[in-house]
């Protein structure tokens, strides 16, 4: 069974950090391009950042460009987010996903506008303070 586990989130303050994980189950994430995504209260779930299989070239949200960097480890089928200077307009549930085909350098408006997931992990809540 495919599970996704992200894990990492907690309660900062404004401006400090924290570093999230998203761990593969069942899956790989070899050759597939992962993204971050985060849901606050009452609102849509939103794209944060991808990272493409190979190239390992990055995108990211407006909102956190400069401040996020997402990284991967393929040996422990692991994707990263390193969140810095966070803002209290942060605070959401995190979540990751994973393209559905290999091999592709996808771009921000791809990961902003795919929407045909088949399942969500259970995410990682962040609560930013002011």
């Known amino acids: 069974q495919v599970q996704l586990v992200e894990s990492g989130g907690g309660l900062v303050q404004a401006g400090g950090s924290l570093r999230l994980s998203c761990a593969a189950s069942g899956r790989t994430f070899s050759g597939y391009g992962v993204g971050w995504f985060r849901q606050a209260p009452g609102k849509e779930r939103e794209f944060v950042a991808g990272i493409t299989c190979c190239a390992r070239s990055t995108v990211y949200a407006d909102s956190v460009k400069g401040r996020f960097t997402i990284s991967r480890d393929d040996a422990r089928d692991t994707v990263y987010l390193q969140m810095n200077s966070l803002k209290p307009e942060d605070t959401a549930v995190y979540y990751c996903?994973?393209?559905?085909?290999?091999?592709?350098?996808?771009?921000?408006?791809?990961?902003?506008?795919?929407?045909?997931?088949?399942?969500w992990g259970q995410g990682t809540q962040v609560t930013v303070s002011s």
């Open positions: 996903n994973v393209d559905p085909s290999r091999y592709n350098d996808r771009s921000r408006s791809w990961w902003n506008e795919y929407n045909q997931y088949v399942y």
